[in-house]
């Protein structure tokens, strides 16, 4: 009758029951927003006819069959937690300073898929959510200030690979590349007061999208092999007076990363030119040893 059941991690059980229970309770707070009528979940009690086995450290509990015996009776309550309860265990976390938007008119900013699919199975990211982990921002907040170790522990995830994630999702990363609405700086003048130099007619203000594109995390920016002024440095965005590229049916961009790599895509400069945006998957050129 056992082979009917799969038994599973007493945790594992308890997690899984508290994670619906938080989305449960998030559902009736967007429906108090609606309605202005609403219940909250106080108490749960739960009474279980279960198997009890061990594996190891690990004990893991089935679902009792019907007219089994020699069942054991589980009994698990949930209560609510109060504020001075609260306070007591939450891990104070600084927050990230919010950047402005920056949008092209008449376009709506890409959606970008979560990062921790890139890393993370679906049962690795429910896991995660054990422990409050749902972004990965909050992966790059939470794994300085824990033991990685306290993490893999509870989510099953080795600790090595929870950096590995962490350490790339630091890296810059270039999306798309826009043509910038706010002209270059005018040319400077000599004693003539005539222009000198190169000046708007001659520069293209172009916008790269991405993420962690602070100047501390870039080098420098070249746009066909010259080094070009960085006009602004921002999380999400790297802005500068790149060349014009009249002619050309292809533009290549290279942005210099501080760790010594760097990032690499070329782009079709009348595109640009017609006010589009280009997407870009860049090649990245790993840190010179």
């Given at each position: 009758?056992?082979?009917?059941?799969e038994?599973?991690?007493?945790?594992d059980?308890?997690?899984?029951?508290s994670?619906?229970?938080?989305?449960?309770?998030?559902?009736?707070?967007?429906?108090?927003?609606?309605?202005?009528?609403?219940?909250?979940?106080?108490?749960?009690?739960?009474?279980?006819?279960?198997?009890?086995?061990?594996?190891?450290?690990?004990?893991?509990?089935?679902?009792?069959?019907?007219?089994e015996?020699?069942?054991?009776?589980?009994?698990?309550?949930?209560?609510?937690?109060?504020?001075p309860?609260?306070?007591?265990?939450r891990l104070?976390?600084q927050?990230?300073?919010?950047?402005?938007?920056?949008?092209v008119?008449?376009?709506?900013?890409?959606?970008?898929?979560?990062?921790?699919?890139?890393?993370?199975?679906?049962?690795?990211?429910?896991?995660?959510?054990?422990?409050?982990?749902?972004?990965?921002?909050?992966?790059?907040?939470l794994?300085?200030?824990?033991?990685?170790?306290?993490?893999?522990?509870?989510?099953?995830?080795?600790?090595?690979?929870?950096?590995?994630?962490?350490?790339?999702?630091?890296?810059?990363?270039?999306?798309?590349?826009?043509?910038?609405?706010?002209?270059?700086?005018p040319?400077?003048?000599?004693?003539?007061?005539?222009p000198?130099?190169?000046?708007?007619?001659?520069r293209?203000?172009?916008?790269?999208?991405?993420?962690n594109?602070?100047?501390?995390?870039?080098?420098?920016?070249?746009?066909?092999g010259?080094?070009?002024?960085l006009?602004?440095?921002?999380?999400?965005?790297l802005?500068?007076?790149?060349?014009?590229?009249?002619g050309?049916?292809?533009?290549?961009?290279?942005v210099?990363l501080?760790?010594?790599?760097?990032?690499?895509?070329?782009?079709?400069?009348?595109?640009?030119?017609?006010?589009?945006?280009?997407?870009?998957?860049?090649?990245?050129?790993?840190?010179?040893?």
């Open positions: 009758m056992s082979e009917e059941y038994s599973l991690p007493l945790e059980f308890i997690n899984a029951l994670s619906q229970l938080d989305r449960a309770q998030a559902a009736l707070t967007l429906k108090a927003a609606s309605t202005h009528l609403t219940f909250a979940v106080k108490e749960l009690n739960l009474q279980l006819r279960t198997q009890v086995e061990a594996e190891g450290s690990v004990v893991k509990i089935r679902p009792a069959a019907p007219g015996r020699e069942a054991s009776i589980l009994n698990i309550a949930f209560t609510t937690v109060t504020r309860m609260l306070e007591e265990h104070t976390m927050p990230a300073e919010p950047e402005p938007e920056m949008e008119e008449g376009e709506a900013p890409a959606e970008e898929e979560d990062p921790l699919k890139q890393h993370f199975s679906e049962e690795e990211r429910r896991r995660l959510e054990w422990v409050g982990i749902t972004n990965a921002d909050q992966l790059r907040r794994l300085p200030q824990r033991d990685p170790r306290t993490i893999e522990r509870v989510a099953n995830i080795p600790a090595f690979r929870l950096r590995q994630a962490m350490m790339q999702e630091r890296r810059p990363v270039v999306r798309r590349i826009v043509r910038d609405d706010e002209p270059p700086a040319r400077a003048r000599n004693g003539d007061g005539e000198r130099g190169e000046g708007p007619a001659d293209l203000r172009l916008r790269l999208e991405g993420r594109l602070r100047r501390e995390a870039v080098r420098g920016v070249r746009v066909d010259e080094s070009v002024p006009v602004h440095a921002g999380d999400r965005a802005i500068v007076d790149a060349p014009q590229a009249a050309n049916s292809e533009g290549r961009v290279d210099d501080a760790d010594g790599g760097s990032l690499s895509f070329a782009y079709d400069p009348q595109i640009l030119a017609l006010g589009a945006g280009i997407t870009v998957h860049p090649a990245y050129s790993g840190a010179k040893p």
